[in-house]
C-alpha cells in the first residue's frame, strides 16, 4: 500500500480547511494529543493537521479500500505519526482499543459522498454518470444499491425514499421503478436517474437540480448503513474525547446535522433540577458549543470549492471536569457565605404568600 499510488482519481479540495484547523487547534497544542480523522477519504485534512501540529499523532479510518491506499501514500512521509486504519467510524473504540490508546483529543468528522467517490462513475454514487449500481463506500463487503431497487419491497422502497430522501413523490417513483424491474433487471446509474425522472411531475423537475438527486442519496444511505453508523459514532467519539479536547462535524444534509445536533446539545445542557442555585456534582454539561447552531461556509469558501455549498459545521469542546469541580466548589462557598436576611428589628424576611407590604412582621 505504501508504493506508488500515481494521482488519486477524483479531484480533492477540503472543505472548510482553515476553519476546521483554527476550532482544532487548542486541542491539537495540548501534550500528547492524538487526532482521529473520522473519514479520511483522500487525507487533505489529515495532511494539514501533521504538518502545522509536529507533534500531533494521527488516527484515520475509512472504509473504503482505494480512499485509504491514496492516504497511505499521500501521508507516508510523516512516518510512525499515522495510524491508518480500514473501518467504518463507528469502529472507533475498537481501533483505539487495539491501538491502546484510551483517549482522543480532536477528531473530524467529514461526513458524506467522498470526492473520490462522486469523481469517479464506476463508484455509482453520481446520478449524471452512466455506472453500475453499486454506491457502496466499502466495496469489498455490502448490499449494493441495485440489489435494494431490483429485490426490496415496493412498500420497503416507498419508505426509504421518503425517510432518507424526503422525496415526496416517492411512491410514483417506486410505482415507476416497480414496473421497469418486472420487464428486466434494472443495473445502470443513467436508467435509473431516467426512470425517477419519468415519475416527478414537470412542473415538480423545474425546480431544485437533479430530480434523481434524493432518490440517489435515499440509495446511498441505505446501501452504506450511515445514519445508524452516525447516531452511533457521534457518542462513542465524545466518550473518549480528552478534557479540553475538540471535536468538529460537517454535515451536508439535513438528516445527517439533526443527529448531530442532538447529541452534541444532549451533552451541553444540565441535567440537574433547574432550581437549585449551584449545579449538582455530576449534573453539569460535559460539552461547551463553540459554534452558534451550524456554521454555513462563506461566500468566499463556495466560489472555491463548490462541494462545500451546503455544509453545515459543528464544534465542541470537552469541559475539563477538574476545572468545573473547581467552580462548583467555588460557588457553594459563596452560597453558604451569603449573609442572611435580618428577620428582627424592621427585617421583613420573605413575605407570606398573599401578603402585601403593610403587613410586617410582629403586627397585631
Same mark, same amino acid.
Given at each position: 500500500?505504501?508504493?506508488?499510488?500515481?494521482?488519486?482519481?477524483?479531484?480533492?479540495?477540503?472543505?472548510?480547511?482553515?476553519?476546521?484547523?483554527?476550532?482544532?487547534?487548542?486541542?491539537?497544542?495540548?501534550?500528547?494529543?492524538?487526532?482521529?480523522?473520522?473519514?479520511?477519504?483522500?487525507?487533505?485534512?489529515?495532511?494539514?493537521?501533521?504538518?502545522?501540529?509536529?507533534?500531533?499523532?494521527?488516527?484515520?479510518?475509512?472504509?473504503?479500500?482505494?480512499?485509504?491506499?491514496?492516504?497511505?501514500?499521500?501521508?507516508?512521509?510523516?512516518?510512525?505519526?499515522?495510524?491508518?486504519?480500514?473501518?467504518?467510524?463507528?469502529?472507533?473504540?475498537?481501533?483505539?482499543?487495539?491501538?491502546?490508546?484510551?483517549?482522543?483529543?480532536?477528531?473530524?468528522?467529514?461526513?458524506?459522498?467522498?470526492?473520490?467517490?462522486?469523481?469517479?462513475?464506476?463508484?455509482?454514487?453520481?446520478?449524471?454518470?452512466?455506472?453500475?449500481?453499486?454506491?457502496?463506500?466499502?466495496?469489498?463487503?455490502?448490499?449494493?444499491?441495485?440489489?435494494?431497487?431490483?429485490?426490496?419491497?415496493?412498500?420497503?422502497?416507498?419508505?426509504?425514499?421518503?425517510?432518507?430522501?424526503?422525496?415526496?413523490?416517492?411512491?410514483?417513483?417506486? /410505482?415507476?421503478?416497480?414496473?421497469?424491474?418486472?420487464?428486466?433487471?434494472?443495473?445502470?446509474?443513467?436508467?435509473?436517474?431516467?426512470?425517477?425522472?419519468?415519475?416527478?411531475?414537470?412542473?415538480?423537475?423545474?425546480?431544485?437540480?437533479?430530480?434523481?438527486?434524493?432518490?440517489?442519496?435515499?440509495?446511498?444511505?441505505?446501501?452504506?448503513?450511515?445514519?445508524?453508523?452516525?447516531?452511533?459514532?457521534?457518542?462513542?467519539?465524545?466518550?473518549?474525547?480528552?478534557?479540553?479536547?475538540?471535536?468538529?462535524?460537517?454535515?451536508?444534509?439535513?438528516?445527517?446535522?439533526?443527529?448531530?445536533?442532538?447529541?452534541?446539545?444532549?451533552?451541553?445542557?444540565?441535567?440537574?433540577?433547574?432550581?437549585?442555585?449551584?449545579?449538582?456534582?455530576?449534573?453539569?454539561?460535559?460539552?461547551?458549543?463553540?459554534?452558534?447552531?451550524?456554521?454555513?461556509? /462563506?461566500?468566499?469558501?463556495?466560489?472555491?470549492?463548490?462541494?462545500?455549498?451546503?455544509?453545515?459545521?459543528?464544534?465542541?469542546?470537552?469541559?475539563?471536569?477538574?476545572?468545573?469541580?473547581?467552580?462548583?466548589?467555588?460557588?457553594?462557598?459563596?452560597?453558604?457565605?451569603?449573609?442572611?436576611?435580618?428577620?428582627?428589628?424592621?427585617?421583613?424576611?420573605?413575605?407570606?404568600?398573599?401578603?402585601?407590604?403593610?403587613?410586617?412582621?410582629?403586627?397585631?
Amino acid at each position: 500500500m505504501g508504493g506508488d499510488m500515481g494521482e488519486p482519481r477524483g479531484t480533492h479540495v477540503p472543505v472548510l480547511l482553515e476553519r476546521c484547523i483554527e476550532l482544532l487547534a487548542p486541542a491539537l497544542e495540548l501534550p500528547g494529543a492524538v487526532h482521529v480523522d473520522f473519514t479520511l477519504g483522500l487525507g487533505g485534512h489529515a495532511e494539514a493537521v501533521l504538518e502545522r501540529f509536529p507533534d500531533v499523532v494521527l488516527v484515520g479510518l475509512d472504509r473504503d479500500t482505494e480512499a485509504l491506499a491514496h492516504a497511505r501514500h499521500r501521508l507516508i512521509r510523516f512516518g510512525d505519526r499515522t495510524r491508518l486504519v480500514h473501518a467504518v467510524y463507528d469502529e472507533l473504540p475498537r481501533v483505539l482499543a487495539e491501538l491502546e490508546i484510551p483517549a482522543i483529543h480532536s477528531g473530524l468528522f467529514d461526513l458524506g459522498v467522498s470526492s473520490l467517490q462522486l469523481d469517479e462513475a464506476d463508484r455509482g454514487f453520481a446520478y449524471a454518470q452512466d455506472a453500475p449500481l453499486d454506491m457502496r463506500m466499502d466495496q469489498s463487503r455490502g448490499v449494493t444499491a441495485e440489489e435494494i431497487v431490483n429485490e426490496y419491497a415496493p412498500g420497503e422502497l416507498v419508505r426509504i425514499l421518503r425517510q432518507y430522501g424526503e422525496e415526496k413523490f416517492a411512491p410514483r417513483v417506486v /410505482s415507476s421503478i416497480v414496473r421497469e424491474r418486472a420487464k428486466g433487471r434494472i443495473t445502470s446509474t443513467a436508467r435509473l436517474a431516467e426512470l425517477v425522472k419519468d415519475a416527478i411531475p414537470a412542473a415538480a423537475r423545474r425546480t431544485g437540480g437533479n430530480p434523481a438527486k434524493r432518490t440517489f442519496q435515499a440509495l446511498r444511505i441505505e446501501v452504506n448503513g450511515e445514519l445508524e453508523v452516525l447516531e452511533r459514532a457521534v457518542p462513542a467519539a465524545l466518550d473518549v474525547l480528552a478534557p479540553k479536547g475538540r471535536l468538529v462535524v460537517m454535515s451536508y444534509q439535513s438528516l445527517e446535522d439533526r443527529i448531530v445536533k442532538r447529541a452534541l446539545t444532549a451533552r451541553s445542557r444540565s441535567t440537574g433540577p433547574v432550581d437549585l442555585p449551584v449545579e449538582l456534582p455530576g449534573t453539569g454539561p460535559s460539552l461547551r458549543l463553540l459554534t452558534r447552531g451550524s456554521e454555513p461556509p /462563506s461566500e468566499a469558501e463556495v466560489a472555491e470549492n463548490p462541494r462545500a455549498a451546503s455544509v453545515k459545521l459543528r464544534a465542541v469542546e470537552r469541559i475539563d471536569e477538574q476545572e468545573q469541580s473547581r467552580k462548583h466548589n467555588q460557588a457553594v462557598g459563596a452560597v453558604r457565605e451569603r449573609p442572611r436576611m435580618s428577620t428582627t428589628r424592621g427585617g421583613r424576611g420573605r413575605l407570606r404568600p398573599g401578603a402585601n407590604e403593610e403587613e410586617g412582621e410582629g403586627r397585631a
